[in-house]
């Protein structure tokens, strides 16, 4: 074969694999990140997410009300998201999610239920929010 012929193969067999893998066997899992409001009595909570690379915007979230993000983490498990809560005169940071403690943790579904005194991620087998962390 031709050096051109063994160029275009590699070329077409890429596209394929591209195409029609779509790339997953390099890929992580989608993951979905679920964030309630549990600040209590009534309280709205003001929320904004961010990684390196993508700004998730501001949102408000009613007691009670629920904001869900997805993404895939990268191959290298580097993926980090974290987020400003705020209510009354209250403001907080904290790292929702860190592929390095998460990926084991909670897997594809991460559920946060977010407290006055911190978040707490919802334990994949008790189905309770046990899983508690301090503020940044």
């Known amino acids: 074969m031709s050096p051109f012929g063994r160029y ?3 070329f077409v067999l890429l ?9 997953s066997i390099f890929q992580n899992d989608r993951v979905t990140v679920q ?3 549990a600040v209590g009595g009534g309280v709205g909570l ?4 961010k ?8 949102h408000f979230l009613d ?5 869900e993000f997805r993404f895939r983490p990268n191959f290298f498990l580097t993926t980090l998201f974290f987020c400003k809560f705020e209510w009354g005169n209250e403001s907080h940071w904290f790292d929702i999610y860190d592929a390095k403690r998460d990926i084991l943790r909670c897997g594809t579904e991460c559920n946060w239920q977010i407290y006055r005194s911190g978040p707490c991620l919802q334990d994949p087998v008790t189905k309770k ?3 508690c962390d301090d503020w940044h």
């Open 63 to 67: 007691a009670g009300g629920s904001y």
């Open 129 to 131: 929010y046990n899983l």
């Open 35 to 37: 964030i309630t409001n």
């Open 46 to 49: 003001n929320l904004h997410c």
């Open 15 to 23: 596209v394929f694999l591209v195409c029609f893998c779509d790339g």
């Open 51 to 58: 990684s390196k690379d993508d700004d998730l915007g501001y």
């Open 8 to 10: 275009m193969f590699s």
